[in-house]
């Protein structure tokens, strides 16, 4: 069974770093394209960023470019979301989710065409 666990989300200042996990089992990851999206209180849920399943093409969005990283360790079944110079408008739940589509060339995809989620892990930006 297909499933995502996030991990690494928690509290941290203005202008510091996180890093979250997105560990995959049920499936081979390499096949798949991961993204990262995030849901605030009372907004709905946006990309956050994406990266292939082959060559590991990466998109952000606007508000995280030169900020998040994404990558992927296919042999740990894990794509990872680096994230520094956290700013408190980056608090939210953070969603990772899957989808077998050749998906993230072009841009981060819209939540509604991935097939599968994680629970999420929140991550509050706060002094």
């Known amino acids: 069974q297909l499933q995502l666990v996030e991990s690494g989300g928690g509290l941290v200042q203005p202008g510091g770093s996180l890093r979250l996990s997105c560990a995959a089992s049920?499936?081979?990851?390499?096949?798949?394209?991961i993204g990262w999206f995030r849901q605030a209180p009372g907004k709905e849920r946006e990309g956050v960023s994406c990266?292939?399943?082959?060559?590991?093409?990466?998109n952000y969005a606007d508000s995280v470019k030169g900020r998040f990283t994404i990558s992927r360790d296919n042999a740990k079944k894990t794509v990872y979301l680096q994230m520094n110079s956290l700013k408190p408008e980056d608090t939210a739940v953070y969603y990772c989710a899957s989808t077998p589509a050749a998906v993230c060339v072009l841009g981060v995809p819209p939540p509604s065409i991935m097939n599968s989620w994680g629970q999420g892990t929140q991550v509050t930006v706060s002094s």
């Open positions: 049920g499936f081979t990851l390499d096949y798949y394209a």
């Open positions: 990266i292939s399943s082959s060559h590991g093409w990466a």
